[in-house]
C-alpha cells in the first residue's frame, strides 16, 4: 500500500511554513514523539539510518521527509545536510 501523505526531499524543508502550536493535542502521542525523536538520533548519529518523518505545515498539509536525525534539542530535529523541522510540527517517526 503506498502512503498518500507528499514525499518532500530534505532540501525543499526551508520552503515551507510551519506553525508555533503543537500539532499534536494528547499527552501521550508528545510523549511517543519524544521518544522516537531520541530513537531517531541514535539511529542516526550510531548507524547512518534513516527515518521518514511526517510533519504539518502551518496551512495544515501533511508531508513526509525520508532522512537521517543528526541532533535533536527542546525545540528542533537537526538534519542531515543541515536542514531542520519544529519538534511541535512532527506528527510521527517510521523507522525501517
Same mark, same amino acid.
Given at each position: 500500500m503506498t502512503n498518500p501523505i507528499p514525499l518532500? %526531499?530534505? %532540501?525543499?524543508?526551508?520552503?515551507?511554513n510551519f506553525a508555533q %502550536?503543537?500539532?499534536?493535542t494528547d499527552l501521550?502521542?508528545?510523549?511517543k514523539r519524544r521518544w522516537d525523536? +531520541?530513537?531517531? =538520533? +541514535?539511529l542516526g548519529n550510531i548507524h547512518r539510518g534513516k527515518v521518514e518523518i511526517t510533519f504539518q505545515t502551518a &496551512?495544515? %498539509?501533511?508531508?513526509?521527509?525520508d532522512? =537521517?536525525?543528526?541532533?535533536? &534539542? &527542546?525545540?528542533?530535529?537537526?538534519?542531515?545536510? *543541515?536542514?531542520?523541522?519544529p519538534i511541535n510540527s512532527?506528527? *510521527?517517526v517510521e523507522f525501517f
Open positions: 518532500v %526531499e530534505k %532540501e525543499q524543508l526551508h520552503a515551507f %502550536e503543537d500539532v499534536l501521550a502521542a508528545r510523549n525523536i +531520541s530513537r531517531a =538520533t +541514535s &496551512d495544515g %498539509e501533511k508531508k513526509r521527509v532522512t =537521517t536525525v543528526w541532533a535533536v &534539542d &527542546d525545540l528542533f530535529m537537526v538534519l542531515k545536510a *543541515g536542514r531542520y523541522i512532527v506528527l *510521527g
